[in-house]
Nanobody, 127 residues
Framework: VQLQASGGGLVQAGGSLRLSCAVS????????MGWFRQAAGKEREFVSGVNWSGSDTYFADSVKGRFIISRDNAKKTVYLQMNSLRPEDTAVYYC?????????????????????WGQGTQVTVSS
């Protein structure tokens, strides 16, 4: 299973970006998917997650109301729409796949829950 994240870039505060994570191999439609980010000098942190069906989504408090996660099982892709971006959103963003397929309010934050990781895409928000 391989994950390829894309869509990062440089944007001004208040702007928007949409990240994509394309998955090859495996059975994407049965995977739960997550987005994490890692700012320079900080630990990787949870951003958002979605269960295999797309019916359950999760967000870190810091992005709730600004970010939207979605998935297209036909395209084997998960998206992260990021709106109202802030300088503190600057980080490398990683997508991850959980082959169990179901995330919970507790497990979604746990990096060890995820089996596969993408290479990351840089998001820089200027003030």
């Amino acid at each position: 299973v391989q994950l390829q994240a894309s869509g990062g870039g440089l944007v001004q505060a208040g702007g928007s970006l949409r990240l994509s994570c394309a998955v090859s191999g495996g059975t994407f439609s049965s995977y739960a998917m997550g987005w994490f980010r890692q700012a320079a000098g900080k630990e990787r942190e949870f951003v958002s997650g979605v269960n295999w069906s797309g019916s359950d989504t999760y967000f870190a408090d810091s992005v709730k109301g600004r970010f939207i996660i979605s998935r297209d099982n036909a395209k084997k892709t998960v998206y992260l729409q990021m709106n109202s971006l802030r300088p503190e959103d600057t980080a490398v963003y990683y997508c991850a796949a959980d082959t169990y397929g179901i995330l919970t309010e507790e497990s979604v934050y746990d990096r060890s829950e995820y089996d596969y990781w993408g290479q990351g895409t840089q998001v820089t928000v200027s003030s």
